[in-house]
Nanobody
Framework: QVQLVESGGGSVQAGGALRLSCAAS????????MGWFRQAPGKERDGIAS???????LYADSVKGRFTISKDNAKNTLNLQMNSLKPEDTAMYYC??????????????????WGQGTQVSVSS
C-alpha cells in the first residue's frame, strides 16, 4: 500500500534551480523518516538528504548549502529544493521512506520504500 511518486525533474542550465516533489500514499510523511537519493550512470545510489518526523535534516557534503529537503504535511509530500545546480548533479533522483525510528541516516540500506525516480539533467 505504500507508494512514492517523484516529479519535478527536468533539464536546466548550470546555476539554475529545480524543485522535486514526492507524493506519498499509504502513510503520512509527517510520521516517518524520509530521504532523497540519486544515481548517476555507472555509479552507486547515494543519499543526498533526509528528514525525520521532527524536521531534523541531514545532507551529503556534495549538496549541503545548495539543496533543501522539506515535508508538506498537508499535501503529504516530500520536497527537495535544488539551487545552484551543477553538471555533476545530473542523475536519477529517488525519494524513499524508512521506519520512523531511523535517524541521522542517508544510507540506502536503511530505506525500504522507493519511488520510481525522476531525471535531473544539468548542462554546462
Amino acid at each position: 500500500q505504500v507508494q512514492l511518486v517523484e516529479s519535478g525533474g527536468g533539464s536546466v542550465q548550470a546555476g539554475g534551480a529545480l524543485r522535486l516533489s514526492c507524493a506519498a500514499s499509504g502513510y503520512a510523511v509527517s510520521s516517518v523518516y524520509m530521504g532523497w537519493f540519486r544515481q548517476a550512470p555507472g555509479k552507486e545510489r547515494d543519499g543526498i538528504a533526509s528528514i525525520d518526523r521532527f524536521g531534523t535534516t541531514l545532507y551529503a557534503d556534495s549538496v549541503k548549502g545548495r539543496f533543501t529537503i522539506s515535508k508538506d504535511n498537508a499535501k503529504n509530500t516530500l520536497n527537495l529544493q535544488m539551487n545552484s545546480l551543477k553538471p555533476e548533479d545530473t542523475a536519477m533522483y529517488y525519494c524513499a521512506a524508512a521506519p520512523q525510528y531511523c535517524w541521522a541516516t542517508i544510507r540506502a540500506a536503511d530505506f525500504d520504500s522507493w519511488g520510481q525516480g525522476t531525471q535531473v539533467s544539468v548542462s554546462s
